[in-house]
């Protein structure tokens, strides 16, 4: 039996427009790194950066003591944390310490738990960011590549997005508001029309068809929401001139990643990716708000063994 291992899990992008709550998909822009030993007794937390470590407050330390408390496993655990994934952009960053740890500790005990499970395990850590539970960045994080989240059973979709697809994000230096997530979900209309889910039903649909084909264009000119992004949008300065300045530069869609504030485009390696991510720098600039861009592709996920 191993007393220490270490896991590494990738920052995500949730919703990719129309699939609110359903999609997800792992990106290589940021990782977090979790690292479990065993001890004598207790749950420790071990970290430089800025996060809570009472176990109770943090998504890692949630998921070990929801796992220890249910595999029934004696002894302690000393979580290190190393986040790479900036929290509050909609980058997954409550879900990629979630889904190390959970990795993490299915690895450290031998449990050879399936994919649906390590999801649901690392949803459990989500719960204390979000206030509620959604997949979409958990099974991402956990399965890498595209991801699509069925509940009620939880049942996980994991396709293998095409090599040639790329992302362009734009995340802003603005501060973010406490408890983030909860508050833009608040937003979310809770009642829709029937036209409008029809289209976004439409679209989510053709996003499918486009990772099963590997089709990134596809992908890109069907990243089109008009339910949530609409009823969100306000809660980032800049947004519509960041999205159609994107766009004229050669972006396929573009879209709020996750619950936000971080802009996201999708294009394909042989677009101008530098000439998006300025276009994008400088509609943030319209509102005065500085930005750090990013050029990523799809990721592995904490649990993927090709890693
Ligand atoms: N699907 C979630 C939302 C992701 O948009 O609220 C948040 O991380």
């Not at 290589?28 to 004598?40: E, R």
């Not at 740890?101 to 031998?110: P, Q, R, S, Y």
């Not at 879209?255 to 971080?262: D, H, L, Q, V, W």
């Given at each position: 039996?191993?007393?220490?291992?270490?896991?590494?899990?990738?920052?995500?992008?949730?919703?990719?427009?129309?699939?609110?709550?359903?999609?997800?998909?792992?990106?290589?822009?940021?990782?977090?790194?979790?690292?479990?030993?065993?001890?004598?007794?207790?749950?420790?937390?071990?970290?430089?950066?800025?996060?809570?470590?009472?176990?109770?407050?943090?998504?890692?330390?949630?998921?070990?003591?929801?796992?220890?408390?249910?595999f029934?496993?004696?002894?302690?655990?000393?979580?290190?944390?190393?986040?790479?994934?900036?929290?509050?952009?909609?980058?997954?960053?409550?879900?990629?310490?979630?889904?190390?740890?959970?990795?993490?500790?299915?690895?450290?005990?031998?449990?050879?738990?399936?994919?649906n499970?390590?999801?649901?395990?690392?949803?459990?850590?989500?719960?204390?960011?979000?206030?509620?539970?959604?997949?979409?960045?958990?099974?991402?994080?956990?399965?890498?590549?595209?991801?699509?989240?069925?509940?009620?059973?939880?049942?996980?979709?994991?396709?293998?997005?095409?090599?040639?697809?790329?992302?362009?994000?734009?995340?802003?230096?603005?501060?973010?508001?406490?408890?983030?997530?909860?508050?833009?979900?608040?937003?979310?209309?809770?009642?829709?029309?029937?036209?409008?889910?029809v289209?976004?039903?439409?679209?989510?649909s053709?996003?499918?068809?486009?990772?099963?084909?590997?089709?990134?264009?596809?992908?890109?000119?069907?990243?089109?929401?008009?339910?949530?992004?609409?009823?969100?949008?306000?809660?980032?300065p800049?947004?519509?001139?960041?999205?159609?300045?994107?766009?004229?530069?050669?972006?396929?869609?573009?879209?709020?990643?996750?619950?936000?504030?971080?802009?996201?485009a999708?294009?394909?390696?042989?677009?101008?990716?530098k000439?998006?991510?300025?276009?994008?720098?400088?509609?943030?600039?319209s509102a005065?708000?500085?930005?750090?861009?990013?050029?990523?592709?799809?990721s592995k996920?904490?649990?993927?063994?090709?890693?």
């Open positions: 039996m191993i007393s220490k291992i270490t896991v590494k899990a990738p920052s995500s992008t949730a919703n990719l427009g129309p699939g609110f709550d359903v999609f997800g998909l792992a990106i290589d822009a940021f990782n977090d790194i979790v690292t479990l030993t065993k001890t004598k007794n207790g749950i420790s937390i071990i970290t430089d950066d800025n996060i809570p470590t009472n176990p109770e407050n943090n998504t890692a330390g949630l998921v070990v003591k929801n796992m220890k408390k249910k029934k496993i004696k002894g302690g655990i000393e979580i290190k944390i190393k986040k790479g994934i900036p929290a509050g952009f909609g980058m997954g960053s409550s879900a990629g310490s979630a889904a190390a740890a959970t990795v993490a500790f299915d690895k450290l005990f031998g449990l050879e738990l399936d994919g499970s390590l999801v649901e395990f690392a949803g459990f850590g989500e719960k204390a960011s979000a206030g509620s539970v959604h997949y979409d960045n958990v099974a991402a994080s956990v399965l890498g590549g595209f991801v699509i989240v069925r509940t009620n059973p939880l049942d996980v979709i994991r396709i293998e997005p095409p090599t040639k697809l790329r992302m362009c994000i734009a995340v802003p230096k603005i501060d973010i508001p406490k408890k983030k997530t909860k508050v833009s979900r608040g937003a979310i209309p809770k009642k829709i029309k029937l036209t409008d889910s289209l976004n039903l439409s679209n989510a053709a996003i499918v068809a486009g990772f099963m084909r590997k089709d990134s264009d596809l992908i890109g000119n069907s990243i089109k929401d008009v339910i949530v992004e609409p009823a969100r949008q306000h809660m980032i800049g947004f519509v001139r960041v999205k159609q300045n994107a766009l004229k530069a050669g972006a396929l869609g573009v879209t709020i990643s996750g619950a936000g504030p971080s802009v996201i999708f294009t394909k390696s042989s677009s101008d990716l000439k998006i991510n300025s276009a994008m720098s400088r509609g943030f600039a005065n708000i500085e930005c750090q861009t990013i050029i990523c592709k799809p996920g904490a649990a993927d063994k090709r890693r």
